[in-house]
């Protein structure tokens, strides 16, 4: 960030952004992509997978939302899913307008009574019983969570990862469930929603 920034409509804004946000972040994330071999896409839920690559020492299969994520010995490989619950975008409860995760202040009643929102989850998508039979062929799924450890100084940033075997009977009978029972009396067909910290999550992989 530059001592002094620069006004917003004007040349040095826009090289700013450009330089800052586009140049030298996509930079950074293709010297990691050569060492991770994660997909180079500068997105919140790829900088999980590089972490798990960095953490468990196997590589990724370079393909981001498509292919394995990770690369396992063997022949086998595993799945990572991303779930940030940094920056959401919170709401002043004395007006109701939108307050970003970096505003302390609402900036149309000046209000300081903010609505904090730690509400992201996991989603896990099966939109037929192909899909339904991939998500157990993987050796094991890793969940990336990032968020505040304490949402409401939004200061500290907590990085965690569990590791989930998908073959177990928890996760199948929640998989199952959710595609014969939920998703298939649903009009939007939406992911299954796995929630951190809550049964689902905490009878799939444990307190640990």
């Known amino acids: 960030m530059p001592s002094q920034v620069p006004a917003l409509g004007t040349v040095e804004a826009a090289e700013g952004v450009l330089k800052d946000l586009y140049v030298d972040l996509r930079r950074k994330v293709r010297q990691w992509s050569e060492v991770t071999r994660q997909t180079p896409q500068a997105r919140m839920g790829y900088v999980g997978q590089h972490l ?30 991303t779930c940030s619950r940094v920056d959401q975008l919170g709401s002043c409860k004395s007006c109701g307008a939108a307050v970003s995760s970096v505003e302390t202040t609402c900036a149309e009643c000046e209000g300081v ?31 990336v969570l990032f968020d505040f450890a304490n949402v409401h100084e939004a200061v500290d940033i907590n990085a965690r990862i569990w590791r989930l075997d998908p073959r177990t009977p ?14 298939a009396k649903s009009q939007s067909k939406a992911p299954f929603n796995l929630w951190p910290f809550k049964l689902k999550f905490l009878t799939c992989c444990g307190r640990s």
């Open 170 to 183: 928890a996760f199948a009978y929640c998989m199952v469930d959710y595609f014969f029972n939920i998703q």
């Open 113 to 143: 009574d903010i609505l904090r929102k730690d509400d992201s989850k996991w989603l896990i998508t099966c939109k037929n019983e192909a899909e339904l039979a991939d998500l157990f062929q993987a050796e094991r799924f890793y969940l």
């Open 52 to 81: 798990v690559s960095a953490v468990t020492g196997h590589s990724g299969g370079r393909s981001g939302a498509r292919g394995h994520d990770l690369v396992l010995p063997d022949g086998a490989h595993g799945e990572i899913k």
